[in-house]
């Protein structure tokens, strides 16, 4: 039994009667199959394709409850309210500060289950507000494969592809235009993605958050969450998987280290002969 305080998120509604066609047309994730009582990442994105937000949605009786990074969070209102123009929506900040998360225990009254944790067969429930630590969260996320914001990519730095969103559930290829949607569209008909999520593991503790991760002598990413022996790190795979097939060694700084797929995503790792 064991739960986190998370004090740097924030809390929004989108509501009224076109709430849910109102988003649907802006965001990755897909509306119409999102459940009561489930939190589905999703993303607004740049017309490149990029994340520019990064967020956890779930459904109200009458709208939709959205957790994002307290930092943007009014960023994030204020450019969905520039798309508003004539729908009947309303879109208003919730008071409540932070998020507790909860796992290895029965589900809070009011609480969403986490679909990114489901994916990894963990049952991690989010809800507004609360207090105390945030400790144990950071390496729960690195054992799951559940990436943040901030942590572990840049916003408008990052494709939903490098982050796992077309496995995760964050991004839907069949409901329709959206913001980036083409260029989205494109990499996962093209198969293009090279640069991907993967958990990092060591015999040592990992060096700090940022640190090149290289194989011979090219850097092919840095990392990102860092929890002890274990991390978090988009890397490119393609170089990965040909430092895997050869026995070339993967280093993080200059502690040798183990990269994985997460087992969910289905993923395996590519073998390029050679490489831009």
């Not at 939190?39 to 956890?56: H, N, R, S, V």
């Not at 105390?132 to 390496?139: F, K, R, T």
Request: with cysteine; charged share 25%; aromatic share 8%.
């Amino acid at each position: 039994m064991a739960r986190a305080f998370l004090a740097l998120r924030g809390w929004f509604t989108v509501s009224g009667p076109d709430a849910s066609d109102f988003l649907q047309g802006l965001i990755t994730t897909d509306l119409d199959t999102l459940e009561t009582g489930a939190a589905a990442p999703g993303a607004l994105l740049t017309p490149q394709g990029k994340i520019m937000f990064f967020f956890m949605i779930s459904r109200m009786d009458d709208g939709f409850l959205i957790e994002t990074d307290a930092e943007v969070l009014d960023a994030l209102i204020k450019r969905l309210t520039m798309y508003k123009l004539r729908a009947k929506v309303d879109i208003a900040k919730r008071d409540e500060k932070g998020a507790t998360v909860v796992w290895g225990e029965a589900r809070p009254h009011g609480a969403a289950a986490d679909l990114r944790f489901a994916k990894a067969g963990i049952d991690l429930y989010r809800l507004p507000g609360g207090s105390g630590s945030a400790e144990g969260y950071d390496a729960l996320r690195a054992e799951a494969g559940v990436p943040e914001a901030g942590a572990d990519f840049t916003l408008q730095d990052a494709f939903p592809h490098d982050i796992l969103f077309d496995k995760s559930g964050g991004v839907s290829f069949k409901k329709g235009c959206y913001v980036g949607q083409e260029v989205v569209s494109r990499m996962q008909h093209r198969s293009t993605a090279r640069r991907r999520l993967v958990t990092v593991s060591a015999e040592t503790d990992l060096p700090a958050s940022g640190t090149e991760i290289r194989t011979g002598g090219k850097v092919i990413g840095e990392l990102g969450t860092v929890a002890g022996q274990t991390g978090l790190a988009i890397i490119r795979i393609d170089r990965a998987g040909t430092a895997l097939a050869s026995g070339t060694p993967i280093v993080a700084g200059e502690v040798p280290v183990t990269v994985a797929l997460p087992a969910w995503s289905g993923l395996e790792f590519l073998n390029a002969e050679s490489e831009d």
